[in-house]
Structures are given as C-alpha cells and as structure tokens.
C-alpha cells in the first residue's frame, strides 16, 4: 500500500483517534473507509438531500411556525 501524510487540525485528530479507540480499529483504516466511501459517492449526505423532494410542499403554513409564541402555545403537554 502507499503510505501518506495528511496533517489534521486537532479537532479532528482528537475526533478521529477517539472513534477509532470506540470502533477498536486504527485511524487508517477509518480514514480508508471514508475515502473509499466518498470515491464510491457514497459519502456526505446530508439531511437536506435526504428530504429535498418535501421542500416547498406547504403551501398555506404560516412563514413563522417555529419562532411566534402563538403557534408554541400547549406544545409539549
């Protein structure tokens, strides 16, 4: 196999050792996976693409549903 250097901000090198110390596998191999898994176009969908086929389908929902006060009200109980 051919060996590189990737240099990483701490963030994720923190994030990355502590996932592979969990999965009990090496950081390469993780590091693999998702090279391979981005080459397959498999990689990084997000929540928007999951669901872009419902946005815009409301057509009468008031445009503020989520921050007035009034639509909040026994929400929960």
Not at 28 to 41: F, P
Not at 46 to 75: Q, V, W
Request: aromatic share 4%; charged share 25%; with cysteine.
């Amino acid at each position: 196999m051919k060996s590189i250097s990737v240099k990483l901000a701490p963030p994720l090198a923190r994030w990355l050792s502590n996932r592979a110390r969990e999965l009990k596998r090496t950081q390469s191999d993780l590091v693999r996976d998702a090279l391979e898994q981005q080459r397959q176009g498999q990689g990084g969908v997000s929540c928007h693409d999951l669901a872009k086929h419902l946005c815009g389908i409301m057509r009468n929902a008031p445009r503020d549903l989520s921050t007035n006060p009034k639509y909040m009200e026994g929400f929960g109980e």
